[in-house]
């Protein structure tokens, strides 16, 4: 079974400049995380969707982060205009079963470094 | 608001020793625990999970955790490290939905 596919892997930006990441969740998986993973922390939740739907985003900087899964697939999490605490690993992850469903577990990308100068 | 706490940032062990790393968690609901792992270069893989049902769980690679529900942890223990265990280890509490990570604990394993 394939698992999560992001991209791109690395990413180097001076501030102010946009940039954005790619994932691709594990075929049939319903629901779509993405996290944040400052140097030295663990994984902070982004947004999550259920399907082509926004559950949670509530630890979304709405000012400058936005992400999109239009087709209830893969996903774009964009930051425009970056900014010097930006920087970070931006984690995908995606879980089969629907938010609010029991034993939900969620399986983790490689993650995008991303680095703002 | 659900909160997790790792007791160690470091640990530094010899190759055969034991492992206990701590976790804390603060949550109000019907509680998942999990413990994910970071190796070097690589991806946060699923150690081990407690849903429900028997407390002291085992997961890949001779680990496990025992939910202790009075004292709201769920520590990770190993009886006998390898070099290969030197990673990033993270506890997380979930809802059936949103998950909430610790700070991690890099464990280092000397040979």
């Known amino acids: 079974e394939a698992g999560v596919a992001q991209s791109p892997r690395y990413k180097i930006i001076e501030k102010r400049q946009s940039v954005a990441f790619w994932c691709n969740p594990i075929?049939?998986?319903?629901?779509l995380y993405w996290y944040q993973q400052i140097l030295g922390q663990g994984p902070k939740l982004l947004i999550q969707?259920?399907?082509?739907?926004?559950?949670?985003d509530s630890q979304l900087p709405k000012d400058r982060f936005s992400a999109e899964r239009l087709k209830g697939v893969d996903s774009t999490l964009k930051i425009q205009p970056a900014k010097l605490e930006d920087s970070a690993v931006y984690l995908c992850?995606?879980?089969?079963?629907?938010?609010?469903?029991?034993?939900?577990?969620?399986?983790f990308g490689p993650g995008t470094r991303l680095t703002v100068l | 608001a659900q909160s997790v706490s790792q007791h160690n940032h470091h640990v530094i062990l010899s190759e055969a020793a034991s492992l206990e790393l701590g976790c804390n968690y603060s949550?109000?609901?019907?509680?998942?625990l999990f413990w994910y792992v970071q190796y070097p270069g690589q991806h946060l893989q699923l150690l081990l999970k407690?849903?429900?049902?028997?407390?002291l769980v085992k997961g890949i690679k001779g680990f496990e955790a025992e939910f202790i529900k009075s004292k709201f942890s769920f520590n990770l223990r190993k009886p006998s490290v390898q070099w290969s265990d030197t990673a990033e280890y993270f506890c997380?509490?979930?809802?059936?939905?949103?998950?909430?990570f610790g700070k991690g604990t890099m464990l280092l394993v000397s040979p």
């Open positions: 992850a995606s879980s089969l079963l629907l938010a609010g469903s029991p034993n939900n577990e969620q399986f």
């Open positions: 075929s049939g998986h319903a629901t």
């Open positions: 969707f259920q399907n082509n739907g926004v559950v949670d």
């Open positions: 949550y109000g609901g019907t509680v998942n």
């Open positions: 407690y849903f429900s049902g028997d407390p």
């Open positions: 997380a509490v979930g809802g059936y939905s949103t998950l909430t």
